[in-house]
């Protein structure tokens, strides 16, 4: 009986503990250095897309958000930044990333998807 208690209790902790390794979703912009806004039309209803860039030379820093907005839909997004990710962003008809930033004057990218 504990065996039993111990091998369910590992199955569930390995189910908690699994994170989810692939983003369901596709890009519009990547690698790009300039800011971009555009519609995407793949994998559902056309949808507006951003990719907002700004670089401080000064600072030499660069920052990135992505936004996703589709009404009636709910729609997810994260921005990329130097192998960085952003946590995804969902919402109802628009989301958007908070800032991420990293030093130098470096490239973005963005991904999104429409969930309904």
Do not use: D
Request: charged residues 10%; glycine residues 8%.
């Amino acid at each position: 009986m504990k065996l039993k208690t111990i091998l369910f209790s590992a199955l569930i902790t390995t189910m908690v503990a699994t994170p989810v390794l692939a983003y369901p979703g596709h890009a519009a912009y990547t690698n790009e250095y300039n800011t971009k806004h555009g519609s995407c039309g793949n994998y559902g209803p056309y949808h507006s897309v951003s990719l907002v860039i700004t670089h401080n030379t000064k600072a030499n820093q660069t920052y990135a958000l992505s936004a996703c907005g589709c009404n009636g839909h709910t729609v997810r997004t994260r921005v990329e930044l130097n192998g960085r990710q952003s946590p995804e962003i969902q919402g109802r008809n628009y989301a958007q990333t908070k800032s991420l930033s990293s030093p130098g004057n470096l490239v973005a990218s963005e991904m999104h998807k429409i969930v309904n």
